[in-house]
């Protein structure tokens, strides 16, 4: 089944806490990147990446890095979460070429920062 | 640079009614896509439609349908004969189709309730 898989789904820390959220997919996509979602600003991009060893900045990078190292997996991190982090984070995927622009949509991953 | 905008943070619509879903944009581009995606309470995002701007004829699937207009800068999206199951928040979004960076744009959206 073609689909982009984020991990984990939920997770609670601590500020400081380094953490990294995982993402994966297997539909052999050129593009990847990452948004979090918060009440009354909808979904925002943090980074995306066009093919591996290709990324850049979205509009609101401050505080995560990532890394894309294969084609398939595009890690969010964040070195030290704040409490302003705390929110609702997609990752998507489309193909490159051929662009038909549909984002494909992992399942999300609800982020608690205390 | 470009912005989404949805000025109807929540509407309401009787089951089996029409309602339609504002969104405008903005963008100096000529070529691109424009999207609305559907979130319901399980929080998955899902493509609703799809439309291209050098398309003229307006996207439709199935009780979804827009109405583009490209000079305007508008794209609103119908539902007819609304069901219990269109209850969800709906994300209007814009991409830019020429080669080059992939950014997109999404607007803040539109929580939709379902009466019955």
């Known amino acids: 089944e073609a689909q982009v898989t984020q991990n984990p789904r939920y997770l609670i820390t601590v500020t400081g806490k380094k953490l990294t959220v995982t993402c994966s997919q297997n539909?052999?996509?050129?593009?990847m990147s990452w948004y979090r979602q918060d009440p009354g600003l909808g979904l925002r991009q943090i980074y995306y990446?066009?093919?591996?060893?290709?990324?850049d900045k979205g509009d609101v990078p401050e505080g995560y890095k990532v890394s894309r190292k294969e084609k398939r997996n595009f890690p969010l991190i964040l070195e030290s979460p704040s409490p302003n982090q705390t929110s609702l984070y997609f990752c998507?995927?489309?193909?490159?070429?051929?662009?038909?622009?549909?984002?494909?949509f992992g399942e999300g991953s609800r982020l608690t920062v205390l | 640079a470009q912005t989404v905008t949805q000025s109807q943070p929540e509407m309401s619509v009787q089951e089996a009614e029409t309602v339609t879903l504002s969104c405008t944009y903005d963008?100096?581009?000529?070529?691109?896509?424009l999207f609305w995606y559907k979130q319901p309470p399980s929080r998955q995002m899902i493509l609703v439609i799809r439309?291209?701007?050098?398309?003229?004829q307006n996207a439709t699937e199935n009780r979804f349908s827009v109405n583009f207009q490209k000079a305007a800068k508008s794209f609103s999206l119908k539902i007819s004969d609304s069901q219990l199951g269109d209850a969800a928040m709906y994300f209007c979004?814009?991409?830019?189709?020429?080669?080059?960076?992939?950014?997109?744009?999404f607007g803040t959206g539109t929580r939709l309730k379902v009466l019955a």
């Open positions: 998507a995927s489309t193909l490159r070429d051929r662009h038909t622009g549909e984002l494909f």
């Open positions: 539909m052999n996509h050129e593009y």
């Open positions: 990446s066009m093919n591996v060893e290709v990324t």
């Open positions: 963008t100096s581009e000529s070529d691109y896509y």
């Open positions: 439309q291209e701007a050098y398309k003229q």
């Open positions: 979004a814009y991409t830019r189709t020429t080669s080059g960076t992939y950014k997109y744009i």
